[in-house]
Each structure stands twice: as C-alpha cells, then as structure tokens.
C-alpha cells in the first residue's frame, strides 16, 4: 500500500518549525511528508498564539482547507501548537471542520489519535501539559531545503510569566533536554554535512540538565567540530551571564551574534511587563556583551503601545534602541492575549492609531540603526558560511557571516557549494544585506 500523505503548515517561532519535523518523525510510519497541500490526506497546521493576528492568519487559512474537505472525503485536518493549547475543544466546533487538536506536549499521541479518527471517526483532543516531554528521543524528520543549517530544541516552556505573554500557558513549564542527546543531534547532523546548528530555546540562558548549564552546553557542542557553527535563540536579559559570554568568546566558531529582547526601555515599563530587569542592568548586560565579543551584532524585540505606556516611556525606548544602536530588530504592536495578567489586570488603553505611530517610529529609527551598523561592514573582509545560490537579482550566491547578516556575492569560476565557508570582501550595504565579492 501507499504511504498516506502529510503537509504540515507552521506558523510562529522557530520552535514551531521545529516541532514539525518532530511531528514528521512521529507520524512517519504511516505517512510521507509532501509539500503539496493539494496531495495530502492529513494536514496539520502548526499554530501560533503569540499575537492575535497570527491567529486571525491560521483561522483563514483553516476557512480555505475546510472547503477542500467538503470536496475530498477521507482528509483530516488537525491543529496542533499553541492555538491548540489555547483555545482546545473550541477548534473542535463542527463548522471549522476540525478532526484533531493537539498541544505543544502531546504529539506522541497523534498516532493513537489517528486510529480512532480512522476507525471510528472520533474527533481527538490531547492538549495535557507536561512537565518532562523534550521529545529528546525522536530524531527530527527535517523538511527544510537548506542542508546547511539546522535548529536543535533544547529546552521547551517557560515560566518567566512576562505579563503580555502567552506562552507559559501555551507551552507549559520549563524543562531541559539530556546535554548528551543535543550534543548527540549536532554530532549527527554535522556528520549529515551540515555546518550550523541554533541551539533554540524560550530562555536558552536557564538551560540546565543534572550538572550542565547553558554555558557548558554550548562550549560541548562547539567541541562537535570547528567547522560546525553554533548559534542559539532566545536569551533573557535578566540572566545572561558573564560565564556564557565568556565561554563565547572562547569558540571562534560560537557565532558573534546574540539576540536580546529589551522590549521597552523603560523601567517602569519593564516592571509592568514583569520583565524583572530595569534599563540599567539592560544596558549594563550589553557593556558586558562589547566588553567579551566586541565584533558581535545584537539584535532585539521591542513591544510597542503596552498597556499604559506613556510618550515618555516610549521616548526611553527609542534612546535605549539609539544607546544600544541594535543591528536588528523585531517590532510588534502591542496585542492583548485572552488568559495573561495584562488581559485580567491592565487595561489595553493605548489607542490602535497611536500603537502604529509608536511602532511606526520604532521601525523607523531601526532602519537609520542597521544601514549605519552594516556600513561599517563596507570595505571588509568577512567569512561567510554559503547556503545556496538566490535568483532576486541575477544569480547570486548567499549565505552568513558570524554576525548572521545576509551576505549576497556575485559567482565567480571558483567551485562554491553550499556548506563551504568562503572570504567575501564587502563593497556595498542596504539595512538588511551585505553585498560583496570573493576575496
Ligand atoms: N503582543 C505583541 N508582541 C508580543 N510578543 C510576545 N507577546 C506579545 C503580545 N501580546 C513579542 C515579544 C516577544 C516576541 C516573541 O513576541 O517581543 O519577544
Ligand atoms: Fe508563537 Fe510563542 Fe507559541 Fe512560538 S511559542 S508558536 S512564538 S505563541
């Protein structure tokens, strides 16, 4: 018989698209992966609840699938991710023609779940939180078209309880994944020929398995091989630790990139976020960040038009993003989440108009502050890691530096293949690229 087919459609974070060659690898004994929607038997969308326009994009797109199940009998739908988690049986409603929903810890359901879907045409729900689940033992079926760089989960939840933010209800508590079965993973993957792995987490910096911390971590990780790239995502300024940056500055090939969501710049604002760091430990933890890897890019997100937010306040964001002069950034406007403490406690008071104009700002001033850093990239030479070859503009090769900005370079008669690292001098600049030649 033939395989069955899955298509799988992830929204959101990294993490998302993680966890969907995770579901791949579960699901793998009776169904094969197609990027082809048309084809599938199954479709599973990997969902996000971190804004409510994510939502809003993952229920269209359900409106769109619903309709084509009316015409194909025998395909399931199911939702699986944080917009399971959040919302669960209400998915299940006849109209969204929804046969599964399940959360972020309970994919090893799925196939047991699929049995009675098929036997009986019972609807499945699974979305039981763990306190353990890393899926540490499944080995990502992974989809992705680069075979250069690859994301490795290390952790899952949080419990920062950041007071706008959804996802300790989504993703439940935090637990670390066996040091030796990520070490295992990069191993394995750098053997595959890949020469970049990000280490992904909600707060990779409280990583932390029996006696390994996240410092430990990264530095056995980085022993894989030298020529094996170590990147991770995302960092809490509240512990970012000298150790870990020192750790960095020791492995050339632990990038010099490091993201650091701020999201306000005011203290007062950070206390209402429960961010519980003030913008002087913020800007204290950058001096530290210059002062170990003084060539390393920080990037960052920032929240604009939170509940209550003065002028002033957002004025201290744009000084704090000034001082810091971030290479790049992700802006959102502020979106109230159902079930948070801002949603019970605060009241969403910032009009619409007045969020876009803050944001508007925000995306503004970044803009001014990545063409300043990437010009000062014009007339170097930088090693760059290839990961194929981009059709934009004419044929260009592209890849990344260290500080992981895009770097575009015409072909030469040199041989390059993905995975090679190359020296491209740098001749031009836009906010967001680099653009150069071999060296
Ligand atoms: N509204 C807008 N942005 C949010 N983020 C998290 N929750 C919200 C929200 N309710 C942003 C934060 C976080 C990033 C992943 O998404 O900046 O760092
Ligand atoms: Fe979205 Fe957060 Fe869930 Fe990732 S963890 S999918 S960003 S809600």
Redesign the pocket.
Known sequence: MMKRKLYIETYG?QMNFADSDVLAAILAPRYGRTDDYKQADLILMNTCS??DHAEQRVLNRLREFAAMKKRRAGLYIGIVGCMAERMKEELLEEALKVDLVVGPDAYRSLPALLDRLEAEGEKGLDVELSKEETYHDIIPLRAAENKVSAFVSIMRGCQNF?T????PYTRGVERSRPADSIVDEARRLFEAGYREVTLLGQNVNSYRYNDTSFARLMAAVAEVNPLLRVRFA?SHPKDLSDGLLEVMAAYPNICRAIHL?V?SGSTSMLKRMNRKYTREHYLQRVEAIRRFLPDASLST???AG?CGETEAEHQETLSLMREVGYDSA?M??????PG?F?HRHYQDDIPEEEKTRRLNEIIALQNELSLACNRKYIGRTVEVLVEGVSEKRGRQYIGRNTQNKVVLFEPTEAVVKPGDYVQVRVTRCSAVTLLGELA
């Open positions: 974070c971190i804004r950041c706008y933010c959804v996802v995302t969501p999201q997100d920032i929240i939170f992700f959102f406007k502020y979106s109230d989440r948070t801002a």
